[in-house]
């Protein structure tokens, strides 16, 4: 399989549905698909195995009105507290099939092999999460991501879905308004490949990452589909709203979960103050994640946070809990800290700082994970089909690539038919050689796409970041348009074809770049706050002028920014108090 | 906490990585090459790899993703054992180093090479479709959906451990049979398919259990243990490989491998005579390590479950026997506190 030639995959019968992404949303797509129609040709292709996509992060669970553990739970309040969430950016009939399809995906997810953690009647458990009014976030211990994941790869073996691992999705091939289907480089050999396809599905994930270290992302969650849709006149959509959570790890960004601080974890500045007493002086600690989020960026802004050669951090002190408590209840945390940062916290108080963790916004889909491009689609965090709205729940995420995914695999597996793509012409697949190759041409002067990349994630977390304003929005774009000049004299110094690592970085390193344009257009033009969107300068928020989606479409290599409104429903607007 | 400033001093000093290289498409054979980087304490391998391929040698190729020891994409070897370079800290490696300052890195074994660190995982993925590892569910697809299966606690714990697998193959790389045999069917895909054989909602139990019992399956395990001692989860493997073991004499007999029969002989003769008979163990085939190795821990467990009366004292010690008796003992200590730990969760 591996060695399968460019001609004879270009002179191919097409493929029925190409997903590109084998995370939570990718493989429910492929397994939907072949539960459809037995007979398609399903093919997964991603740039890792699927089981390591980063659907595996997630520890929580998923939200879905199952009403084992609180009887009196309804789809209806998930409906309600998904939109007060979202800030009521999300369109609610989008969150209406949410969260009505939650109980139905979750009980699909036990019937196939899930192993759900139980309550002692036997059903699947439940617990309270973020933002809900009930407890009814699914979930296995703390692994409910890497679970899910495993169990829908599993099905996608036993399905016989073809799994091309290992491979680069780097370009749309597009005719008209109609796409012929993907192009994509084996990363084992080094081939550029054409995939025809009837249909594409865009399942690649968030773009977080390129907040880079500020981030608590995976290395690869680079925002590629978006990228590569958006190149292709695919529209983007709300990419401005980015949630941060408030403690990662000073130097990878990862996380410390809100447990540590639900155990009575301090946060504590350079001068050794629980500086929450400022701004929570209640709740301290244990305030909503927006607050606390921006009240450790702004003790670091004015000058109280630590410094070290990763960034400047504040310090999360859990020493007072004593060795017993942290051993026994916050074991993985401990155990967290003392693999990436090199800290046991019954010794010492922990480094941290707010973290870049989820993308709000996404490919522009309708209900169905359609875009406005015949033949493609997209679903889970990659798309936006809107139900996070400006900010979303936790527990929900998981939901959102479950539910989408399986309904986009539904539509494509039922519209491919209608599908008749012409073959991709083998110039493009030359072109792309061509310009992989040109990354390699010695240059007189040239960048290293690592510095680069470090440098947009400095510039976005300072400028485009938890506070936002007019002028340092504007410093951020600039930066970005510099970055982007510079990344033209990018030299990849590895040119071999046997798994270049290094030429996929500096290709990650584009893409992040021109959704980052996007990210910074979208917060200067949104004048208000809302949701994860915080204005220093618009300090609220202003449902005359904002309540509405911005969409941004690629012109001349920078977004084109429209609007478009917000579905309502059954819930007026209101003002998000908790 | 005192309102005096907090200083956080941190200690650092000069580190040599000498990294695995082979590029199949230049070099005609593997070698190594040495970089020596400055670091601060509380780094972790793969931190300083990333470092080294940004700012060093921008053609070091390795896996990385998650970085937080979830992905499992990082697994290589660090100092001759294979682990996951993104939660081991780089002062652990040079305390365990046997050369001053220098941690060396390898690729995992018993998978075809790629590229420097970077391995082959497909033979992996292939043996797990051989094992269908997955739930072949009960219900039929139409009807999923519509209402939960009822799981007690007590059946979520039997696999909930097995679960935490995050194919990093670390235990592949370690595998003693593997390296002999590619064939063999590899630790974690015994783990993954005793997790589905476990589970109340699979229905193809013993179509799964006749493939593990064919050659090059369950039975060739030698019980080392490396498998276990390794894995980077801290999963039980061994109770798994157990397991499908006592599950396969159980349901199929003995009439599959001479493993089962003679662990069938070797019940036999405690169950009667109460007492272990040297001449009826079945080390005339195949000798004392093998037998110790393969058949008494997972016997010892079978004892345990029927409630058969623990064995006797061996009868005529001799040195042979005393060296069986001395590991045997260890032994059945691995299977008692396997089982303490699975209880303990
Ligand atoms: C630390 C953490 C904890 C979280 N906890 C929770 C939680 O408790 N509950 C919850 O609901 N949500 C949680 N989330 C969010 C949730 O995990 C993600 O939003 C979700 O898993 C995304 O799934 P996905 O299928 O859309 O994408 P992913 O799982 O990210 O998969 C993307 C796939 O696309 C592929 N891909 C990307 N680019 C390319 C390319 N160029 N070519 C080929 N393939 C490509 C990748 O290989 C991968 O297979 C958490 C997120 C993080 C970071
Ligand atoms: S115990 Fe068996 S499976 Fe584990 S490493 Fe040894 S031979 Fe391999
Ligand atoms: S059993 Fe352990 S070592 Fe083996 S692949 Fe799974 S997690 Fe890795
Ligand atoms: S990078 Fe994911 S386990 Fe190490």
Redesign the pocket.
């Known amino acids: 399989m591996l060695q399968v030639c460019t001609d004879f995959r270009l002179s191919m019968k097409p493929f029925d549905i190409v997903i ?8 429910y797509a492929a397994m939907e698909a072949m539960k459809t129609n037995p007979g398609l040709n399903v093919a997964v ?4 195995y ?1 089981n ?12 879905a009105a199952l009403a084992n553990k609180a009887k009196d739970d309804t789809v209806e309040m998930h409906i309600f507290d998904t939109i007060k969430g979202s800030d009521y950016l999300a369109d609610q009939d989008a969150v209406e099939v949410l969260c009505s399809e939650a109980p139905k995906i979750i009980r699909e997810l036990d019937n196939m092999g899930t192993p759900w953690s139980r309550l002692d009647d036997k059903t699947i458990a439940q617990r309270p999460f973020g933002g809900a009014g009930r407890p009814r ?1 699914c979930y296995c211990a703390d692994k ?2 890497h679970t899910i ?1 495993q169990t829908l790869y599993e099905q996608c073996l036993r399905k016989g879905v073809f799994f091309f691992n290992e ?4 370009d749309l091939s597009v005719e008209g308004s109609r796409s012929r289907g993907l192009i ?1 480089m084996n990363i084992k050999t080094g081939k550029i490949e054409a995939f025809p396809a009837k249909t594409v599905i865009f ?4 773009y ?1 990452k390129m907040y880079w270290n500020r981030s ?3 290395a ?3 925002g ?2 978006q990228a ?1 849709a958006y190149r292709a006149g695919i529209p983007l959509k709300d990419m401005e709203f980015v949630q941060f959570h408030p403690t990662g790890l000073r130097k990878s960004g ?2 410390v979960t809100e447990g540590a601080r639900g155990e009575g974890g301090y946060l504590v500045n350079a001068l050794g103050e629980r500086f929450m007493a400022r701004y929570a002086p209640e709740k301290m600690e244990l305030g909503p994640r927006d607050l606390v989020s921006r009240s450790l960026e702004t003790e670091i802004l004015e000058g109280r946070g630590l410094d070290s050669p990763a960034g400047k951090y504040l310090l999360l002190d859990l020493r007072h809990l004593g060795a017993d408590i942290i051993k026994s209840r916050l074991p993985q945390i401990r155990e967290m800290c003392m693999y990436f940062e090199g800290v046991d916290p019954i010794d010492e108080p922990v480094p941290v700082r707010p973290t870049a ?2 993308s709000m916004g996404g490919i522009d889909t309708d209900n169905y994970g359609r875009t406005i491009m015949e033949g493609v689609y997209a ?4 798309g936006c089909v809107s139900v996070h709205g400006a900010n979303r729940l ?8 479950l539910v989408f ?1 399986r309904i986009a695999g539904r539509a494509a597996a039922e519209e491919s038919g209608k599908f008749n793509p012409s073959a991709i012409p083998e110039s493009e697949v030359t072109r792309i050689e061509h310009d992989l190759r040109g990354f390699m041409q010695p240059k007189g002067h040239y960048e290293r796409y690592g510095a680069l990349r470090e440098e947009l994630g400095q510039t976005l977390g300072l400028n485009v970041g938890i506070f936002r304003e007019a002028s340092k929005i504007r410093k951020g774009i600039e930066d970005i348009e510099s970055l982007t000049e510079r990344f033209s004299h990018v030299r990849v110094f590895d040119t071999g074809d046997i798994y270049n690592t290094n030429l996929l970085q500096a ?2 390193l584009k ?1 992040m770049l021109d959704l980052a344009a996007t990210v910074a257009a979208g917060a200067l033009a949104r004048e208000e706050s809302r949701g994860s969107h915080t204005r220093n300068d618009f300090p609220v928020r202003d449902d005359k002028k904002w309540h509405k989606h911005t969409i941004y479409t690629y012109e001349e290599g920078h977004p084109r920014i429209g609007f478009k409104p917000v579905t309502m429903g059954r819930y007026e607007l209101q003002e998000r108090t908790y | 906490m005192s309102d005096t400033t907090i200083q956080h001093h941190v200690e650092s000093r000069d580190v040599t990585f000498r990294v695995h290289r082979f590029n199949p498409q230049v070099d005609s054979k593997p070698y190594f090459d040495d970089y020596t980087i400055k670091l601060e304490k509380g780094i972790t391998v793969l931190r300083a790899l990333n470092y080294i391929k940004e700012h060093v040698d921008s053609t070091v190729t390795f896996r990385a993703f998650c970085q ?1 020891g979830i992905c499992g994409s990082c697994a290589m070897r660090i100092n001759g054992i294979s682990k996951l370079a993104c939660t081991t800290q780089v002062w652990d490696e040079l305390d365990r180093s046997r050369e001053t300052g220098i941690i060396r890195i390898e690729p995992l074994r018993n998978l075809p090479l790629i590229k420097d660190l970077v391995v082959e995982m497909d033979p992996l993925v292939g043996k797990m479709k051989k094992h269908s590892n997955w739930v072949d569910s009960r219900m039929p697809e139409d009807e999923w959906g519509k209402k939960e299966f009822l799981i007690s606690e007590k059946e979520f714990l039997t696999y909930d451990k097995a679960t935490d697998c995050i194919l990093c193959a670390s235990c592949v790389s370690e595998c003693t049979i593997l390296r002999a045999h590619q064939e063999y069917v590899s630790p974690a895909v015994l783990l993954k398919s005793y997790r589905m054989n476990v589970d109340s909602r699979d229905g193809i139990h013993d179509q799964r259990l006749a493939g593990l019992v064919k050659d090059h399956g369950v039975w060739d395990c030698t019980h080392c243990y490396r498998c276990q001692e390794t894995c980077v989860k801290h999963i039980p493997i061994m109770d798994a490989i157990h397991g499908i073991r006592e599950d396969a004499i159980e349901r199929r007999g003995t009439k599959d491998t001479s493993g089962a029969r003679h662990a069938e002989a070797f019940m036999d003769d405690i169950a009667k005579k109460g007492k272990l008979v040297e001449a009826t163990l079945p080390i005339r085939t195949n000798g004392i390590a093998w037998t110790v190795k393969n058949l008494l821990p997972m016997a010892f467990k079978m004892v345990l479950k029927r409630r058969t009366p623990p064995p006797p004292p061996l009868v005529k010690a001799s040195k042979g026997i005393d060296a069986l008796r001395k590991e045997f003992r260890e032994m059945t200590g691995h299977v008692t506190k396997d089982h303490q730990k699975k209880s303990g969760e």
Do not use: M
């Open positions: 590109v992404g084998g995370g939570g949303a990718g493989l292709i991603s740039k890792i699927p390591r996509s980063h659907t595996s992060a997630a520890q929580g669970g998923a939200n976030c409910t991501g994941l491979y680069f999705a780097i994509a399942a690649t994930g968030g977080s608590s992302n995976a690869g969650n680079t590629d589909g590569i990862l996380l963790h989820y679903a889970g965090e990659c936790g527990g929900n995420s998981l939901l959102d690539i995914g290709l990650e893409n | 937080a």
